[in-house]
Structures are given as structure tokens and as C-alpha cells.
């Protein structure tokens, strides 16, 4: 049998005043939740705790259903947007509101995760980092076809244009994978805030260290900090150990303000 250690953490960054960015860490191990919101600082603060808070409320409301996890996930997302939805309608300030949102779960043995936008899944196993989710961006979509190349994706003046959120009526199909998590694994969740500054090269230095999770996310955030910290940044890591390694019995909700 395997358990979970994990560890989260938000900062504003040394550009931004106020964190757009909310996460949450289930006290049983059961989901992890990361969100980069957007739309003007309160637009973009509400989108992501809408996001974080009707997502982890749905789940845990509807956890011992039985609906197949992947559907269970699929049904909070819908259910954020369309929390935020009506929150543009009833505060026209915000209108403009959305939030990015991935979401890794653990449910009957198995394990699955979405997102929407660009806020990312990392896998580090055997010492390779790999790229889980699929940026919902122009940049990423164009690099894909082959339109434009990796360099040019680095500094496009459009990477951050994304083409799917949360808090739009025109919402594609959320998409729910499987996830494959070995003993050794370590799963990082992250806002863009840290892939923007610190390359992939240094995130899987840092993740390969033997060093306790809370750690290695405050270092990550100090790297993104010292590259700049342009944006909020916020990191989530899980590392699947074996049984006898003590979970943080508390949850997290994270949305830091200056």
C-alpha cells in the first residue's frame, strides 16, 4: 500500500501587489486543487476561489456517489464555471473575470486529473519531468501544428492568450485523464507564475532533490522570485510514498494577499 506526502504554497510575486492564485490540499489525500485566476485584481482573486472552493464542496458533497470519478470530476468543473457565471451576471464589475483551474483526484484506486487553461501538471519518475496537461493557450496550439517554433513559443507576445477558462459561456468539453502515479513518483501542480521564469531544466533539478516538500516548494518559489516574479506563483507537490509516510492531516485553502 502507498500513501501521499504533499505540500502547497502561493505568493504574489515582486511584480504584483495582490495573489490572483488559490489552491486547496484535501486532508485525506483524496484531491489537490490549483487555480491562476484573471480579470482585474478582485475579478481575478473571486474567479479562483469560486473555482477552488465549488470544486472541492462538489467533490467532497458528492464523493461517495456512484458516479465514475471521471464524470464526478468533469461535473465540479462545469459546476465552477458555472458559479462563476453567475457571479459576472449578478456583479457586473467582474464581467470579465475567468480562472485557469487543474485538478488531480484519488478515488477507488485509481487517479485522474484535468485543467483548463494554462496552469500545469508536471510528473517527475526515475529523475525525468514530463509535462502531464496540454496548455489551452494560442501559443501551445500554434506550436503544436507546427506553425511556430519552440524558441519562438519561449517569447511569443500572444503565450498567455488562452483559448479556453473558467467563466465562459462557451466553455469546450472538459477533458478528464487518467493519471499513472508509481511509489516515487513526485506530481507537481503549479500556476504559470513559476513556469514563466524558471525553465524545466531547474524545476526537475529541484524536484530530483531528497529534500522534504515543503522545502523544495519554497524554493521553487524563491527561484521564480528571483527570475523576476512577474506573476503570483503558486506550487503544489505530491509525492507518492510508501505506506508508513505520514500525510498533513490539515487542508489547505491557500489565497494569499499582499
Known amino acids: 500500500m502507498i500513501s501521499r506526502n504533499c505540500a502547497g504554497h502561493s505568493d504574489p510575486g515582486v511584480v504584483r501587489s495582490v495573489n490572483q492564485d488559490s489552491y486547496y490540499i484535501d486532508s485525506q489525500g483524496r484531491f489537490y486543487i490549483v487555480a491562476d485566476g484573471m480579470g482585474g485584481h478582485a475579478g481575478g482573486q473571486e474567479a479562483s476561489l469560486m473555482a477552488t472552493q465549488t470544486i472541492q464542496a462538489y467533490l467532497e458533497e458528492y464523493w461517495d456517489s456512484d458516479s465514475p470519478s471521471d464524470e464526478l470530476l468533469e461535473d465540479a468543473l462545469y459546476r ?6 453567475d457571479d459576472q451576471y449578478n456583479h457586473p464589475e467582474r464581467a470579465d473575470m475567468g480562472t485557469t483551474v487543474v485538478v ?3 478515488r477507488e484506486n485509481n487517479s485522474w486529473y484535468t485543467h483548463i487553461g494554462d496552469s500545469r501538471l508536471y510528473r517527475l519518475r526515475s529523475n525525468n519531468l514530463e509535462q502531464l496537461s496540454e496548455d489551452h493557450t494560442w501559443v501551445a496550439r500554434a ?20 483559448f479556453q477558462c ?3 459561456r462557451d466553455l469546450r468539453q472538459v477533458e478528464v485523464f487518467p493519471l499513472n502515479v508509481q511509489p516515487g513518483d513526485r506530481l507537481m501542480m503549479c500556476s504559470d507564475g513559476l513556469t514563466e521564469e524558471v525553465p524545466d531544466e531547474k524545476i526537475a533539478m529541484m524536484l530530483k532533490r531528497e529534500s ?15 527570475a523576476g516574479g512577474s506573476d503570483n506563483i503558486t ?6 510514498q510508501q505506506l508508513n ?6 487542508p489547505q485553502l491557500g489565497l494569499k494577499d499582499s
Open 245 to 250: 509516510t505520514i500525510i498533513d492531516p490539515q
Open 104 to 106: 488531480v483526484l484519488f
Open 143 to 162: 506550436l503544436k501544428m507546427g506553425d511556430i517554433s519552440p524558441e519562438q513559443a519561449k517569447t511569443h507576445p500572444w503565450r498567455h492568450v488562452l
Open 212 to 226: 522534504k516538500e515543503d522545502e523544495i516548494v519554497n524554493d521553487l518559489i524563491e527561484a521564480a522570485k528571483m
Open 235 to 240: 506550487v503544489v507537490l505530491i509525492a507518492q
Open 80 to 85: 465552477a464555471n458555472q458559479v462563476i457565471l
Open 166 to 168: 473558467l467563466g465562459r
